[in-house]
């Protein structure tokens, strides 16, 4: 693999990444599907969903923040019925986080919206393109998670 390989990679990641981080990044796709949830508490909501009953510890090990973060956010998802608290029954000092159907209904909205703006960006691409790129981005991934708990 060549050094140029490499850094045309590199440059393309970073411009990817630096858009996705953006301020205002999502906005119009929550917008779009009726969700007023402030991007970071989104991001709370869908791990929460993705790990099932979790600790909030776990959630924000999971994120790579810390509890007290992570805890507003949990407030606020509590607030808008969002996710549910209930006592962990291996440890009765924890409780477990838990997404609820008005949880699992926003995040929905949200990914179809998602979707669908994808659909709308990417409405000139070959669909084998589309495959490909989703293909080569999950090995990417994988080759990442699998670097990452190499010893």
Known sequence: MSDVSVAALESALTRLIRRALLPTSGDETRAAAGVTLERAAYHVLLRICDQGAVRLSAVADSMGLDVSTVSRHVSRLEHDGLVTRSPD???????????????????????????ARLQDILGDWDERDVERLAGLLDRLLAT??????RP
């Open 144 to 149: 990442f998670d699998a670097d990452r708990n």
């Open 89 to 115: 029954p291996d440890d009765g000092r924890a409780a477990l986080l838990a997404a609820t159907d008005a949880g699992r209904e926003v995040l929905e909205r949200v990914r179809d919206a998602r979707r």
